[in-house]
């Protein structure tokens, strides 16, 4: 009896990852009149896509009009590539329509202990984020950028401004 005792205290309260402990950050960008760069601008039937990938990033409904949105990074690379389409639709083949510009992110990565039970937290120093690398895009609907916040941690900050 006074072994399972024991047994029952010894357990610690950092076994458990409790949901809001903060081990996910996320890139925050947030869409602005190019002509009032204080005013948010949503972008209509926006969908995001990873370079490589085959599915929308899944933090956002897909082709809805957003004025902010949270892209992940890759937490074993120090770049992310994304499609950011304006006014995405398909056509009868299923081929996308829409207005797509590329959005590039160079980055830092960081581990940070949490706890036994969470383990590490992968935060970002941002290096460079640019839109359509190589400027093959004849007519970008992203107009400019600004990196607002260059670490990216687990909170509600805005990192990135992108004027429209």
Same mark, same amino acid.
């Given at each position: 009896m006074i072994f399972?005792?024991?047994?029952?205290?010894?357990?610690?309260?950092d076994d458990i990852c409790p949901p809001d402990s903060g081990t996910t950050a996320y890139l925050k960008v947030g869409f602005f009149d190019i002509q009032d760069r204080e005013?948010? &601008?949503? %972008?209509?039937?926006?969908?995001?896509?990873?370079?490589? &990938? =085959?599915?929308t990033v899944g933090t956002f409904a897909d082709r809805s009009s957003q004025t902010e949105v949270a892209l992940p990074l890759k937490n074993y690379d120090t770049?992310?590539?994304?499609?950011? %389409?304006? =006014?995405s639709a398909s056509d009868s083949t299923g081929a996308e329509i829409g207005n797509i510009d590329r959005l590039a992110v160079n980055y830092q990565t960081n581990e940070r202990f949490i706890s036994r039970g969470c383990g590490y937290a992968v935060t970002y120093t941002l290096n460079? %984020?640019?839109q359509n690398p190589g400027g093959s895009d004849p007519s970008?609907?992203?107009?400019?950028?600004?990196?607002?916040e260059s670490g990216v941690e687990p909170q509600d900050t805005l990192h990135v401004k992108i004027y429209h």
């Open positions: 399972t005792g024991v047994v029952i205290t010894a357990c610690e309260k005013v948010p &601008k949503a %972008v209509p039937r926006l969908r995001i896509v990873g370079v490589g &990938k =085959d599915i770049a992310s590539e994304f499609f950011l %389409v304006q =006014d460079q %984020v640019t970008p609907w992203i107009l400019a950028l600004e990196v607002t």
